[in-house]
């Protein structure tokens, strides 16, 4: 059949409108919104039959939904007045009836139908309800808020539910990376639960002596000093804190500082000032912590931070179980440099660890004794390398150990994180932050 014979045949099923009409010919032609090939076809079919030109009010397709594309693309940008955003992605939930009533005109007309929901042009005809209007109303939505369309991963993604007749609208979350030096011990990286009385700050019907009523182990975390000024800068309804591991509580992470990023959901504005951002973050924080080289970045950001197993340089002060001379420290650190050394899960953490044994690399070692029963070390290790277990031995546990070389009992008194790098840095990549950043 001809184009015109379809159309005819089309027409011919009941009140049809300009847009379904067109929309069984998409694949036929280009250049024109379905609107206008639906009443080019109307034009021309009436022509040709001698008849009046008739444009259909009513449709039994769409059921008039084709008609409210500018109403839907002014209700879609007022859902989304008051949110800061660069990109967007709009889609359609359309009604089962809806669809059958497309498939139903097609299997009239001798056409592909198709099958499930995917728009391939080769087992359907022309082009789905679905796919017309995420791109009709979707670019009259782009001309009301100024912004491109993602359809990886946008700011903002707008749902039009046309069998609730409402717009759904879901903000992505915005990200800011740094890196962050803690300057006080014992103060954890997170927020951390109270887990004798399940945060709730009473256990047997008392105040619980664990939390001190509070809910949490420690009144304060690197978290709790920075997360909040983001949240309030950028307007969202919750922050969320990603570290590159995590220092001990009673360390320091000095240096170079360990990398973070903080997610905001939800958030009202995104285009924040980095610089005045950093100022108030360190003067919140007060001389507890302190950020730098805070940058706005994307979501990927979040998995590079968490995954990267990224070396580390420690700086310790060791206390020793018996009097050392400095040949047998040099011979002991000697024997450490560089050496494979075997894990077992420590002591101190196997409660919430794996039971494994890990091999981790000492790339460097190196100390000095500040007298016959202490010493400051420094250490270059492998991500996940426990540095405390490699002084202390752990009763047997790490192997080897500063204390089984020397033959005498080793602990670390005071621990400091001094830089957290690796040979693959992907903390300063460029395509892992917002257009427009450095």
């Known amino acids: 059949m001809t184009v015109l014979e379809d159309a ?24 024109l919104a379905n609107a206008e090939r639906g009443r080019s076809l109307r034009i021309s079919v009436a022509l040709e039959d001698d008849e009046p030109f008739e444009p259909d009010e009513d449709c039994w397709v769409c059921e008039g939904e084709s008609a409210r594309f500018e109403e839907w693309a002014d209700r879609a940008a007022a859902a989304v007045r008051g949110y800061e955003f660069d990109t967007y ?12 009533n497309d498939r139903l005109l097609r299997e009239d007309l001798g056409l592909p139908v198709g099958d499930g929901e995917d728009d391939d042009r080769t087992d359907f005809a022309g082009e789905r309800l679905k796919t017309e209007f995420n791109r009709e109303v979707g670019k009259r939505v782009g001309g009301r808020v100024d912004a491109e369309v993602d359809f990886e991963r946008p700011d903002v993604q707008l749902t039009l539910d046309l069998a609730t007749d409402e717009v759904e609208v879901q903000v992505n979350s915005a990200f800011v990376y740094g890196r962050y030096r803690k300057l006080e011990r014992d103060i954890p990286q997170t927020e951390w ?3 004798e009385c399940h ?30 000024v983001v949240l309030e800068a950028m307007d969202g309804a919750e922050a969320v804190f990603h570290g590159a591991g995590r220092e001990d509580v009673d360390a320091l992470m000095l240096g170079t500082g360990r990398p973070f990023v903080i997610e905001v959901k939800e958030p009202r504005r995104r285009d924040v000032d980095v610089e005045s951002l950093e100022a108030e973050i360190n003067e919140f924080a007060d001389g507890e912590a302190e950020v730098e080289g805070l940058r706005q970045a994307t979501h990927d950001m979040v998995e590079r931070v968490k995954e990267h197993d990224a070396s580390k340089t420690y700086r310790m002060d060791v206390e020793f179980g018996a009097p050392v001379d400095e040949d047998a420290l040099a011979d002991a650190l000697d024997a450490l440099e560089g050496a494979t050394i075997e894990q077992e899960t420590p002591q101190r953490v196997d409660h919430r660890r794996a039971s494994l044994v ?13 007298d016959d029963r202490h010493a400051d070390l420094e250490v270059h290790g492998a991500g ?29 008194t005071a621990l400091d ?22």
């Open 358 to 370: 890990r091999t981790r690399e000492v790339y460097a070692i190196d100390g000095e004794l500040v």
């Open 8 to 31: 005819r045949a089309a027409l011919s099923t009941g009140p049809l409108c300009d847009s379904c009409l067109g929309r069984l010919f998409a694949d036929r032609s280009f250049g």
């Open 199 to 228: 945060e709730t700050g009473i256990k047997a019907g008392e105040e619980c002596p664990g939390c001190g009523g509070t809910g949490y182990r420690y009144d304060e975390s690197v978290e709790e000093l920075t997360a909040p």
């Open 417 to 438: 994180v001094l830089a957290v790098e690796g040979e693959d840095e992907p903390f300063e990549r460029p395509e892992f932050f917002r257009d427009g950043d450095e």
């Open 89 to 100: 992605q709009l889609g359609t939930k359309v009604p089962p009836l809806l669809e059958e």
């Open 193 to 195: 639960p109270c887990k």
């Open 384 to 412: 996940g390398l426990y540095v405390k277990e490699l002084v202390s031995g752990d009763e047997g546990r790490t192997e080897p150990s500063l204390a089984g070389e020397l033959g005498v009992d080793a602990e670390v």
